[in-house]
T-cell receptor, first 114, second 111 residues
Framework: DGGITQSPKYLFRKEGQNVTLSCEQN?????MYWYRQDPGQGLRLIYY???????QKGDIAEGYSVSREKKESFPLTVTSAQKNPTAFYLC?????????????FGQGTRLTVV | GQQLNQSPQSMFIQEGEDVSMNCTSS?????WLWYKQDPGEGPVLLIA?????ELTSNGRLTAQFGITRKDSFLNISASIPSDVGIYFC???????????FGAGTTVTVRA
């Protein structure tokens, strides 16, 4: 089946540790996005990538890092510098090359700092 | 920061009522998207709009792309209990392909 897959669905991290969230898509989409959602809040853009080996900071990039070595993969690392990492993280992908394309989301990863 | 202003923030409606929500921005967007999110899940695309003035329906849902390209509206007709959830608007600008979201409208239906 074609789609976008995030793993794991639930993740627990100790304070001071880095953790990496996985996002894989087999839709052959060029653009990929990472969002953070806090309870009762909207989606805030962390990082986005329009093409392999290129990515841009979103609105809340501090304390996060990404890589885009392959078209189908866009992992997000939550570093120890992120002071309040507990949140719901959503990954999305979209076909590039024009404005008339929709974005599709994964099922999300809920990260909890313990 | 947040570029899209979505309203209302929340609403309680009676089953069978019609619902309206909107998004506005100071920026021009080339694409407007409307999503619904259930608790603990990723947002699911409802309607996509690509042309100013475009009116598109998907079952009981109707959305419009504003003429100024700075706003969009979503209407839900004859609401049912499964319409409960959070509805988000999203816009894509032509100059940076950044996908920006509104803060969401939480819909609760009274049976």
């Amino acid at each position: 089946d074609g789609g976008i897959t995030q793993s794991p669905k639930y993740l627990f991290r100790k304070e001071g540790q880095n953790v990496t969230l996985s996002c894989e898509q087999n839709l052959n989409h060029d653009a990929m996005y990472w969002y953070r959602q806090d309870p009762g809040q909207g989606l805030r853009l962390i990082y986005y990538s329009q093409i392999v080996n290129d990515f841009q900071k979103g609105d809340i990039a501090e304390g996060y890092s990404v890589s885009r070595e392959k078209k189908e993969s866009f992992p997000l690392t939550v570093t120890s510098a992120q002071k309040n990492p507990t949140a719901f993280y959503l990954c999305a992908s979209r076909e590039e090359g024009g404005m008339n394309t929709e974005a599709f989301f994964g099922q999300g990863t809920r990260l909890t700092v313990v | 920061g947040q570029q899209l202003n979505q309203s209302p923030q929340s609403m309680f409606i009676q089953e069978g009522e019609d619902v309206s929500m909107n998004c506005t921005s100071s920026s021009i967007f080339n694409t407007w998207l409307w999503y619904k999110q259930d608790p603990g899940e990723g947002p699911v695309l409802l309607i996509a709009l690509y042309k100013a003035g475009e009116l598109t329906s998907n079952g009981r849902l109707t959305a419009q792309f504003g003429i100024t390209r700075k706003d969009s509206f979503l209407n839900i007709s004859a609401s049912i209990p499964s319409d409960v959830g959070i509805y988000f608007c999203a816009g894509i600008r032509s100059n940076d392909y950044k996908l920006s979201f509104g803060a969401g409208t939480t819909v609760t239906v009274r049976a």
